[in-house]
C-alpha cells in the first residue's frame, strides 16, 4: 500500500516563525503535492512537484516556498509565518505515468499560528 | 474560482437509506474523481470517471457523468453509518498540467443509525 507521511499531525507556531512542514512517500513517486484546506473552500494547491529539485506553483503559492531534494521528501517552507496561514495542510503523491489519475494523500498536518 | 462545487453542503440521512452528491464544473476535463474525508485526516480515493464514460460502480458507489451538462452525481447506496464523512470532487482538466486536480468544497455527509 501506498504511504504517505506528514512529520506532524498538530503544530502551533508563532507569527514570523519559519515553519517546515514535511512530507515522505514510500512509493517511488514522481508527482508530490502541498494542498491547503480551509473550511467551505475544499482543497487548494499551494505547490507541486514532479521530479526531483523541480517544482510548480499552484493556486494560492504566496508566502510559501518548497523543497525537493529527494525523490520521496517534499517540504512546504512558510517563510514567515501569519496567522492567515493558520490551516490544514495536506501532502499527496501519485506516479508519473498516472498523472492523471488518483493522488493518495498523508494524513494532514493542523497548523496554528498564534 | 473553484472548478468543482459539490451540492449540497451537507446532507443527513438515515441508516439504509441512499446518499446523492452532485458536483458542478466549468472547463473541459480529462477525467473527474471522488475522494472521502473523515473527519481530521487526509483524502481516500473512491473512484474515477473519464470523459467518455457515463456510469461507473464500485460496490456500493455509483457515480454518472453528464459532459454536456458538466456535472457529475455521486450516489452511495445502502448508507452505513460509518459513511459520515466529507466527499470531495475532483477534477483533471484536458488542457494544461497533466498532473494537477481541482477539488471542490465538499459535501458533509451524516448517517444517523
Known amino acids: 500500500d501506498v504511504k504517505v507521511t506528514q512529520s506532524s499531525r498538530y503544530l502551533v507556531k508563532r507569527t514570523g516563525e519559519k515553519v517546515f512542514l514535511e512530507c515522505v512517500q514510500d512509493?517511488?513517486?514522481?508527482?508530490m503535492f502541498w494542498y491547503r484546506q480551509d473550511p467551505g473552500l475544499g482543497l487548494r494547491l499551494i505547490y507541486f512537484s514532479y521530479d526531483v529539485k523541480m517544482k510548480e506553483k499552484g493556486d494560492i503559492p504566496e508566502g510559501y516556498s518548497v523543497s525537493r531534494e529527494k525523490k520521496e521528501r517534499f517540504s512546504l517552507i512558510l517563510e514567515s509565518a501569519s496567522t492567515n496561514q493558520t490551516s490544514m495542510y495536506l501532502c499527496?503523491?501519485?506516479?508519473?505515468?498516472?498523472?492523471?489519475?488518483?493522488?493518495?494523500f498523508g494524513p494532514g498536518t493542523r497548523l496554528t499560528v498564534t | 474560482s473553484q472548478q468543482g462545487e459539490e451540492d449540497p453542503q451537507a446532507l443527513s440521512i438515515q441508516e439504509g437509506e441512499n446518499a446523492t452528491m452532485n458536483c458542478s464544473y466549468k472547463?473541459?476535463?480529462?477525467?473527474l474523481q471522488w475522494y472521502r474525508q473523515n473527519s481530521g485526516r487526509g483524502l481516500v480515493h473512491l473512484i474515477l470517471i473519464r470523459s467518455n464514460e457515463r456510469e461507473k460502480h464500485s460496490g456500493r458507489l455509483r457515480v454518472t457523468l453528464d459532459t454536456s451538462k458538466k456535472s457529475s452525481s455521486l450516489l452511495i447506496t445502502a448508507s452505513r453509518a460509518a459513511d459520515t464523512a466529507s466527499y470531495f470532487c475532483a477534477t483533471a482538466l484536458s488542457s494544461g498540467s497533466a498532473r494537477q486536480l481541482t477539488f471542490g468544497s465538499g459535501t458533509q455527509l451524516t448517517v444517523l443509525p
Open positions: 512509493m517511488d513517486h514522481e508527482n
Open positions: 499527496a503523491s501519485s506516479p508519473r505515468d498516472r498523472g492523471f489519475y488518483e493522488q493518495y
Open positions: 472547463t473541459s476535463i480529462n477525467n
